[in-house]
């Protein structure tokens, strides 16, 4: 069974930046929609990023300062995070979409995806 397990968060000064790993259980992650969450404490999950193929979505609130990738030979996909804000702090979690429902213009929404990870918490603070 898949299984996805994050890593590379912590705390982490305003304007730094963070890169988030997301790594499958032995299982390729090429052919599935990829989705990062984050829920801040005191609010509902959201859509930070998603990957489809090579098609890419971002959250407008992180456009032009996170990037998301996708390594197939590590079966990783990570989220490189820049000029971080404290309003960032959050709990990130990446998600699968193995039925396909998923794609790069929708995969912003939480539902349909299927296997999530537990989280791995980033809080930027000075």
């Known amino acids: 069974q898949l299984q996805l397990v994050e890593s590379g968060g912590g705390l982490v000064q305003p304007g730094k930046s963070v890169r988030l790993s997301c790594a499958a259980n032995g299982f390729t992650l090429t052919y599935w929609t990829i989705g990062w969450f984050r829920q801040a404490p005191g609010k509902e999950r959201e859509g930070v990023s998603c990957?489809?193929?090579?098609?890419?979505n971002y959250a407008d609130s992180v456009k032009a300062r996170f990037t998301i990738s996708r390594d197939n030979d590590r079966k990783t996909v990570y989220l490189q995070m820049n000029n971080l804000k404290p309003e960032d702090t959050a709990v990130y979690y990446c998600a699968a979409d193995t039925s396909g429902v998923r794609n790069a213009w929708n995969c912003l929404q939480q539902s349909d995806y299927n296997y999530w990870g537990q989280g791995t918490q980033v809080t930027v603070s000075s």
């Open positions: 990957i489809e193929g090579s098609n890419t």
